[in-house]
Nanobody, 120 residues
Framework: QVQLVESGGGLVQPGGSLRLSCAAS????????MGWYRQGPGKQRELVAT???????NYAGSVKGRFTISRDNAKNTVYLQMNSLKPEDTAVYFC??????????????WGQGTQITVSS
């Protein structure tokens, strides 16, 4: 049994900042890539940022320079620091983890999603 639990969402004014966290727990042998997707109202789910086990990162062009992804391997946790937020960043944010369980099963697990609303 593996769970990803997100925290840190909410309402923020344009130009503000928020930090999302996503902690993985359960029967985990190793975690490979972790990252964040988002789905805005009436939009398809899009990749926001990824980070691999070595710390290499990738970002969507729309968030590059404003968002920073990081991870704490000791805590099985991935973070998303979001600065200079814009109304178009409004979406439900989902974290994921590509991991191998103690039984050797490799799969992508997802968090429950957290709402970010950027509005004045």
């Amino acid at each position: 049994q593996v769970q990803l639990v997100e925290s840190g969402g909410g309402l923020v004014q344009p130009g503000g900042s928020l930090r999302l966290s996503c902690a993985a727990s359960g029967s985990i042998r190793s975690i490979h890539a972790m990252g964040w997707y988002r789905q805005g109202p009436g939009k398809q789910r899009e990749l926001v940022a990824t980070i691999n086990s070595g710390g290499s990162t990738n970002y969507a062009g729309s968030v590059k320079g404003r968002f920073t992804i990081s991870r704490d391997n000791a805590k099985n946790t991935v973070y998303l620091q979001m600065n200079s937020l814009k109304p178009e960043d409004t979406a439900v944010y989902f974290c994921y983890a590509d991991l191998t369980t103690m039984t050797g099963y490799a799969y992508r697990y997802w968090g429950q999603g957290t709402q970010i609303t950027v509005s004045s």
